[in-house]
C-alpha cells in the first residue's frame, strides 16, 4: 500500500459500524455522533472514536500503527490537527442542533400544556352549567376527566425538566388521554340530547385540539428548516 493511499481518512458507514466497539476506550460505536474515523488500512477493526486514536497517535513515535492490525503509516501533524477540529466543530454543531430541538419542543410542551388547561376550564363550566349535573352520571364522569387533566398538566410539566425524551412521552400520554376524554364525550352525548351542551364541549375539544396540533406543526416545520440550514 503506497503513502499517498495511507493518508485517506474516511468516515466508516453504517454496516461497517454494526455490533463494533472502539478498541482504545471499549466504548461502542455511534455513527450520528459523527465522532468516529476509519484508519486508512481498512482492517476489520479500523473505525476508532477520533479523541481516542488522535490520543494514541500523539502518545509517541512508535505508535503510529492500528490497534487492530499493527499496520504501521505516517502521519502528519496538520492532519491530526485537522482531524481534531473537525472534531470540535461536530461537537459544536451536534450542540447548537440540540439546543434548537430542545428549544422547539419546551415551545411546542408549554403550548401544548396551556391550551389544554384552556380546555379543561371551560369544559368544567359548561358541564357544570347543565342543569342538574350532578344527577347525571356521564356529566360527573365528564367533570372528573377535566379536573383530573388539570392536576396533570401540572405534574407533566414539573416532570419534563428540559429532557426531549421525557417532553416526547408527555405529549403522547397527553394526546392518548386527550383522545380518551374526547371519546368518552362523544358516548355520553347520546345520553343528553335535549340540551345544545355537548355541541359546544365537542366544538371546544375540536377547535382547541386543532389549534394545538397546527401549532406544533408549525413550530417542527421552521425547526427542520433550521436544522437542514445548520447542516
Known sequence: MDEQALQKFEKPDTDFLKDKECLICLEPMDLEMNQIVMLPCKCANSAYHIPCITKLLQSGENKNFCPHCKGKYKIEFQQMVAMQNNHLIRIEHANRIYELRISSFIKILVFHLVSNTTLNIIGISLSMSYPNYNNHVELNVLIFFYFFKLFL????????????????????CSYIYNIVAFGFLLYSSGKLTKNNLYIILILNNVLFGLLDLAFRYVLEYKMKNRVVGEN
Open 153 to 172: 398538566n401540572y405534574g407533566l410539566l414539573m416532570f419534563s425538566k428540559h429532557n426531549i425524551d421525557r417532553i416526547e412521552n408527555i405529549l403522547w
